[in-house]
């Protein structure tokens, strides 16, 4: 039986070729003031910057900057966006990038209003505090991967203490997010591939949880991932096909919109320790997903082997004939992994330079959520960790 759901998301997309010039009507119901922030110069180079600059324009707006937003993008960095907004009054905030850009603006915005912004990573991501209110945003999006252009959640780096934390708030879903296919033309391939690892993770995160009865989720899930991987393998033969990078975009998208997880319990344990990771190591996200995921499902898939089994048919295409249902799921595993290796994801922490002795140190700080399938503990973490040292 499904659980009981809410599905509300309020983003309205502008999807396609030439979206931007959207951006002044978009921007309407906005105030004037507005702050632009982008990454580390990726859309100076590709005219994406101009491009949106020339609507700010045509919209009226005065624009203010925040400029160099990192991957994983840090606190300080959100520290810095919470001053220019305080001392310059501005109305509403515009994020030009991947998911690192979109997060560091929800933080802003939800850090703002609050009377003393400065510990804002303790009270909301450490905390979980409810907020009240937050800056209004948008989104340009430049990269498919994370799906943050449609969801309610970021995640912010405490680099000092090595923790990387999630918080989310229905006041945080973008007002609105501009996804042209186009723009993600000259995303580096590297990044084409840890951005699919990234939504076939989010597809996986909650497919492999309960119910396990027949449900709409988990039929919808298998077709993104079965989408995702054909259009990876097409837009990494062409990376100006315009149709892979489309479906990559809008696959990115529905992957975590909250529509695959009506009525599922998700898991996310894999999201977890993959922060852990690159709290320490400043990996790309997707290139932990990939050494990890395999790795912990090889771990807990004996706690619901038909399910597995069902996903290597459908997913992967193996036909299972002759096999247990242990050993198909096994076999799914195993071509879950060797896809990776295909397209060219790492999937062993020494690819990345994590030492193995550092599952010491690691594990105790990845937190434990309990909802998938097998309720792992800080030693099983510890272990996974470690096997994620074996090919
Ligand atoms: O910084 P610039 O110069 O723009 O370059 C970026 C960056 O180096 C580059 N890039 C992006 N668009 C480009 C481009 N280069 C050329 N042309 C373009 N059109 O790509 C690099 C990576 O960008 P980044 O934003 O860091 O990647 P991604 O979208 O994968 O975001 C990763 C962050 O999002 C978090 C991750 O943990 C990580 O911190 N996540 C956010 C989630 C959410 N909000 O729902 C869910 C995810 O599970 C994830 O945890
Ligand atoms: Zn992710």
Same mark, same amino acid.
């Given at each position: 039986?499904?659980?009981?759901?809410?599905?509300?998301?309020?983003?309205?997309?502008?999807? @396609?070729?030439?979206?931007?010039?959207?951006?002044?009507?978009?921007?309407?119901?906005? @105030?004037? &003031?507005?702050? %632009?922030?982008?990454?580390?110069?990726?859309?100076? &180079?590709?005219?994406?910057?101009?491009?949106?600059?020339?609507?700010?324009?045509?919209? *009226? !707006?005065?624009?203010?900057?925040? +400029?160099?937003?990192?991957?994983?993008?840090?606190?300080?960095?959100?520290?810095? @966006?919470?001053?220019? !907004?305080?001392?310059?009054?501005?109305?509403?905030?515009?994020?030009?990038?991947?998911?690192?850009?979109?997060? #560091?603006?929800?933080?802003?915005?939800?850090?703002? /209003?609050?009377?003393?912004?400065?510990?804002?990573?303790?009270?909301?991501?450490? &905390? &979980?505090?409810?907020?009240?209110?937050?800056?209004?945003?948008? =989104?340009?999006?430049? $990269?498919?991967?994370?799906?943050?252009?449609?969801?309610? *959640?970021?995640?912010?780096?405490?680099?000092?203490?090595?923790?990387?934390?999630?918080?989310?708030? +229905? %006041?945080?879903?973008?007002?609105?997010?501009? !996804?042209? +296919?186009?723009?993600?033309?000259?995303? +580096?391939?590297?990044?084409?591939?840890? *951005?699919?690892?990234? $939504?076939?993770?989010?597809?996986m995160e909650a497919y492999f949880s309960k119910p396990d009865t027949p449900n709409?989720?988990d039929?919808?899930a298998e077709? %993104?991932m079965?989408?995702?991987?054909?259009?990876?393998?097409?837009?990494?033969?062409?990376?100006?096909?315009?149709?892979?990078?489309?479906?990559?975009?809008? %696959?990115?998208?529905?992957?975590?919109? *909250?529509?695959?997880? #009506?009525?599922k319990k998700e898991d996310?344990q894999t999201?977890?320790?993959?922060?852990?990771?690159?709290?320490?190591?400043?990996?790309?996200?997707?290139?932990?997903?990939?050494?990890?995921q395999p790795h912990y499902y090889r771990y807990i898939y004996h706690e619901a082997p038909e399910k597995f089994a069902r996903w290597a048919r459908s997913v992967w295409h193996i036909d299972g004939k002759g096999m247990t249902e242990n050993e198909l799921a096994l076999a799914g595993i195993d071509a879950l992994q060797?896809?990776?290796?295909?397209?060219?994801?790492? =999937?062993?922490?020494?690819?990345?330079?994590? /030492?193995?002795?550092?599952?010491?140190?690691?594990?105790?700080?990845?937190?434990?959520?309990?909802i998938g399938y097998g309720k792992v503990?800080?030693?099983d973490?510890?272990?996974i960790?470690?096997s !994620?040292?074996?090919?």
């Open positions: 039986m499904m659980e009981r759901f809410t599905f509300w998301n309020p983003v309205r997309i502008d999807f @396609g070729k030439g979206a931007a010039s959207h951006l002044p009507g978009l921007l309407a119901p906005f @105030g004037r &003031k507005v702050l %632009l922030v982008y990454g580390g110069g990726s859309i100076k &180079k590709n005219g994406i910057y101009s491009e949106v600059t020339e609507q700010l324009k045509k919209a *009226g !707006c005065s624009v203010w900057e925040l +400029p160099a937003i990192m991957a994983n993008p840090r606190t300080t960095k959100v520290l810095e @966006g919470i001053d220019i !907004c305080r001392r310059e009054g501005i109305d509403f905030l515009l994020a030009v990038g991947g998911g690192s850009v979109i997060d #560091c603006v929800k933080a802003i915005a939800s850090a703002v /209003p609050l009377e003393d912004p400065r510990d804002f990573g303790d009270r909301l991501y450490i &905390k &979980k505090e409810k907020i009240t209110s937050a800056l209004p945003f948008g =989104t340009v999006l430049t $990269m498919a991967a994370t799906g943050s252009e449609m969801d309610c *959640g970021g995640v912010i780096t405490n680099w000092e203490e090595h923790r990387k934390e999630s918080y989310g708030n +229905p %006041l945080l879903y973008p007002k609105f997010s501009v !996804c042209d +296919p186009v723009y993600t033309y000259t995303v +580096p391939k590297n990044q084409v591939i840890f *951005g699919s690892v990234d $939504m076939l993770s989010h597809t709409v989720s039929d919808i077709t %993104l079965r989408g995702i991987i054909s259009n990876l393998e097409a837009a990494l033969q062409d990376l100006h096909d315009y149709t892979a990078r489309s479906n990559l975009m809008w %696959l990115s998208t529905l992957a975590i919109n *909250g529509l695959i997880a #009506c009525g996310w999201h977890q320790i993959e922060h852990a990771l690159s709290a320490f190591y400043d990996i790309p996200h997707g290139a932990g997903l990939a050494i990890v060797s896809w990776l290796k295909k397209i060219g994801a790492p =999937t062993t922490l020494k690819e990345v330079d994590i /030492p193995a002795e550092m599952a010491d140190r690691i594990a105790p700080t990845v937190n434990l959520l309990g503990s800080t030693e973490i510890r272990k960790i470690l !994620c040292n074996e090919e």
